[in-house]
């Protein structure tokens, strides 16, 4: 029997890979195995297409090629400007942006991009020439005070921990929390929704160089119209991180007011998550920062990496074709589903339900911390990540809540049925889930019991759920 494309591509490749270092090989195959027999619900992650994976490992990633597309430091970078210009081409098409630079590696870098492009647009040149030179991995807090003096103690603005925003919008272990003098909004206690006149209050007394809007972990549609209102109004440059939802805005999912290119002077994304492309991040602008942003490279990233952009090129064209969105609207609705089937069980649901792709679950109703259940459903073959909730009484790291995500399920082609079903089989580990005790009998916030013979089940039944809707089946590594 012959084999298609895809099979004797990646067959091949771990051949090659084998004769080199069969652990490496042996690795990727059980990484393959493992995602198609996992009910995997992590909001952050998707499956690439063959080809959007085939375009990462090729020659490209032995090339040097810092500087932008006809404006490099190496010689021979021709092939390389092609996929940039490619990459950018499909980016700005696709999201109706003036400029696209498609460099950054990843999420923060992208955020960094932008901060710098922001800093370097709105304050004066000599500081910031030798805040760029100074040798920051070793300041001390004092230091990176008298730093954000030298940048004229610039302020960010933007959305809490624990409201669902990102640690990349200015929180202290982060270095932007480094760069700016920070505040948070948080959300409506009642609601768990963003208060608009709460954000312009705070806008208004703090005055912020960058207004942040975006989020990892608040499962509603942002009005990015009335953000940038409250942006306008005190000055500040309205910023927009759209990693998570950024598939929905390229399906047309998300338009009007809830699409953030129109309305936000910058705006960062992964490349990964919804829009189900390869690892990495992106800008998009209007021309007024164009060139700022264009200096990413040497300004806060190392040298590009050709392959991934031309990952991001496929990537990119893919979305653009007519069944992106589709696949972007079935997102949102199985995540609707989702969440009615656990409402339906009495399980709570932060804002009460999702306008996006995620759902966040408080598990303190269950009697469990975040940490003891995301361990329990992983015992039970169901792979989610534990996650703050709003005021959340057991902080960022054992957290009081999960977070889960319909991109990559969407992706294997399981539906408003299936999410119900999903939706069984989380509620059934969670409400047989115990908390646990510490060896001197006080209570853990780690520890838990979960019968291994209702974990096995559940895995079960879990793997039967994904029988009809198998990953990569075009794809027989033999």
Not at 356 to 369: A, F
Request: charged letters at 20%.
């Amino acid at each position: 029997m012959s084999l298609n494309a895809e099979s004797t591509a990646f067959r091949s490749a771990l051949e090659v890979i084998r004769a080199v270092e069969p652990r490496v090989a042996d690795a990727i195959g059980a990484e393959l195995a493992d995602q198609r027999e996992s009910l995997k619900l992590i909001a952050s992650e998707n499956y690439a297409s063959p080809a959007t994976l085939l375009a990462m490992g090729n020659w490209f990633s032995d090339k040097y090629a810092e500087g932008t597309v006809g404006r490099r430091f190496y010689a021979g970078c021709q092939n390389v400007d092609t996929v940039e210009a490619l990459a950018a081409e499909h980016a700005r098409e696709l999201f109706g942006a003036a400029h696209a630079y498609v460099q950054p590696h990843s999420g923060i870098d992208a955020n960094l991009v932008a901060f710098w492009a922001i800093l370097a647009d709105r304050v004066e040149s000599p500081a910031l020439k030798k805040a760029q030179v100074r040798q920051v991995n070793d300041l001390t807090e004092t230091d990176w005070f008298a730093l954000r003096r030298e940048l004229g103690n610039q302020r960010m603005l933007g959305m809490s921990l624990d409201a669902g925003g990102h640690l990349t919008h200015g929180f202290r272990p982060n270095i932007s929390g480094k760069m700016f003098d920070q505040r948070s909004y948080g959300t409506d206690p009642a609601t768990g929704l963003i208060d608009y006149d709460r954000v312009a209050e705070a806008a208004r007394e703090f005055k912020p160089l960058i207004l942040v809007a975006g989020y990892s972990a608040y499962p509603r549609k942002v009005n990015f119209r009335i953000m940038r209102e409250i942006a306008d109004s005190v000055g500040a440059t309205f910023m927009v991180d759209m990693a998570h939802f950024a598939g929905l805005v390229a399906g047309k999912v998300f338009t009007g007011d809830f699409d953030p290119v129109p309305h936000a002077h910058i705006v960062t994304t992964t490349t990964h998550k919804s829009l189900r492309g390869p690892r990495g991040g992106m800008v998009l602008c209007g021309p007024e920062l164009a060139d700022q942003v264009d200096r990413g490279c040497p300004m806060v990233l190392g040298g590009p990496l050709p392959h991934v952009m031309g990952a991001k090129a496929v990537a990119l064209a893919e979305a653009r074709r007519p069944d992106f969105a589709d696949y972007a609207q079935r997102i949102v609705d199985n995540a609707q589903a989702l969440a009615e089937g656990l409402l339906r069980r009495g399980t709570k649901l932060v804002t009460g339900g999702t306008d996006n792709h995620l759902v966040l679950l408080d598990v303190s109703g269950y009697g469990l911390t975040g940490r003891q259940a995301e361990q329990a459903l992983l015992d039970s073959g169901i792979v989610t990540n534990r996650n703050a909730v709003p005021q959340d009484p057991n902080g960022a790291w054992y957290t009081s809540g999960i977070r889960i995500g319909t991109p990559a399920l969407t992706t294997r082609g399981l539906g408003v049925a299936e999410m119900d079903a999903t939706a069984e089989l989380i509620h059934t580990v969670l409400s047989q889930t115990q908390a646990g005790s510490n060896p001197d009998g006080t209570p853990s916030k780690a520890k838990y019991v979960l019968d291994p013979a209702l974990a096995d089940k559940i895995s079960k039944q879990a793997s039967e759920l994904l029988t009809g809707f198998p990953l990569y089946p075009a794809v027989d590594l033999g």
